[in-house]
């Protein structure tokens, strides 16, 4: 114990001379001519009438030496692990995680949860319909099912609440309700006729589109783009003619959906922010649910009250009546936050194709869920519409991109 004592003391008595023999023959530096540093520089180099200690100090007076304590180390990330980048702001010190590592996976995964709510939403919404035939009051029941999982997100910090100021709020106003109008006049045509039918005059949406660009903004369409819309034409009016559940109400709502959607991605245009999807799509919702709610009360609270909804509970049940409209709220919310999250993953055309895939497979699954006959005009001209819609959009890509390209030159 003495021994350990002893050599302590030799240790700690040894120090002052290891700094003063540092200072003074390899550096040469004089204790009042240095420099404070960091916090210290605030306050100066003497606190409390005691000058700081001289190992502070010949911090400063070695610059050989603090450079490298005071340098932070950056882990090396290749080019091809950041997009190239050479910054070194975008070095991540974390390993790569599944999903960086495994990217083709991860957009797949995206298409296909796309594709089994939208389906899943659609069969879900016709069933609905089957018993409780109020569309105006269940498009409220969408979108509000769908607001309150965007307040609970943002409660917990998923993802964080992006702040919207009058100028923003002005912007998406206009792009809030065509909307809900699209939305309502959907929910309106699905209720209507047979869900296949509701997507084949839907499919005439990029018409709609090109006309909006040509005749409203000014923009020139290419021929190509045109020709390649007439085989949409002919094929939905061939399918509108020999339809079995074809009614006026059912093709007009869904052409005015068509109408809302395109003036949508006109104002959506011109409300560019830099705020992300979630945030923006949660905000659109917000305004389109109270854009919504007066139709519905004016149109169907009366019946509502008076026999809707205990019609419906005397055929389903009440605890089947709350599930079926919650959860077609989430598939809803559910199925076009993905759709929007998708296209920040993939390009223009892998989307556009991916989006008439969609559309095959909604059109698929509604025919085998509900048994709905269709005549076999109907069969074909709903085939050439989507070919249609496939040519049109695999053009328009290719144009977006090209445009892209020319900027970047």
């Known amino acids: 114990m003495e021994s350990r004592l002893l050599s302590r003391a030799t240790t700690i008595a040894g120090l002052p001379q290891i700094r003063l023999k540092l200072s003074r023959d390899y550096l040469n ?22 000058q700081l200690r001289p190992s502070l100090l010949l911090l400063e007076s070695l610059p050989i030496i603090k450079r490298e304590i005071l340098k932070p180390v950056l882990a090396y990330v290749s080019p091809a692990a950041d997009g190239g980048s050479d910054s070194a702001g975008d070095a991540e010190i974390a390993p790569a995680g599944f999903f960086q590592k495994y990217p083709s996976l991860v957009t797949g995964f995206f298409f296909f949860m ?19 035939p109020y569309p105006y009051f269940v498009s409220v029941i969408h979108l509000f099912v769908g607001v309150v999982y965007c307040l609970i997100s943002w409660a917990v910090g998923l993802p964080k609440r992006a702040p919207i100021d009058s100028n923003l709020l002005k912007l998406l106003i206009p792009v809030a309700v065509c909307h809900a109008l ?25 018409f709609f589109n090109a006309a909006a660009s040509q005749f409203i903004l000014g923009q020139s369409i290419p021929l190509t783009l045109w020709l390649s819309l007439a085989p949409v034409i002919i094929g939905v009016s061939m399918a509108s003619l020999t339809e079995l559940s074809f009614n006026w109400t059912g093709f007009i709502s869904a052409m005015i959906s068509n109408i809302s959607f395109t003036y949508r991605s006109l104002y959506s245009k011109k409300a560019m922010t830099d705020m992300d999807s979630t945030n923006v799509y949660a905000y659109i919702s917000i305004i389109a649910l109270f ?21 419906a509970i005397a055929k389903v049940g009440m ?21 929007t999250n998708t296209l920040e993953r993939v390009a223009p055309l892998t989307h556009a194709v991916g989006n008439v895939l969609k559309r095959v497979f909604v059109i698929g699954f509604s025919i085998l869920a509900f048994g709905n006959k269709i005549s076999t005009q109907t069969g074909i001209g709903t085939a050439i519409a989507i070919a249609g819609v496939a040519m049109y959009s695999f053009i328009k890509a290719r144009m977006e991109e090209k445009k892209r390209q020319m900027k970047a030159a």
């Open 291 to 311: 854009v919504c709610i007066p139709p519905a009360i004016i149109f169907e609270g009366p019946q509502l009250i008076k026999h809707g909804f205990s019609d």
């Open 182 to 206: 699209g939305h309502v006049t959907s929910n309106v045509s699905f209720a209507a006729v047979a869900v296949s039918f509701t997507h084949t005059i839907k499919a005439l949406e990029p």
């Open 29 to 50: 530096v004089s204790f009042a001519s240095a420099k404070p540093i960091g916090a210290v520089g605030d306050g100066g180099n003497v606190m409390w009438r005691r």
């Open 114 to 132: 796309w594709y089994f709510l939208n389906v899943i939403f659609n069969i879900l919404n016709k069933k609905i319909y089957n018993y409780f």
């Open 319 to 339: 605890t089947k009546f709350i599930s079926d409209l919650f959860w077609v709220g989430m598939f809803y919310h559910l199925y076009n936050q993905l759709a």
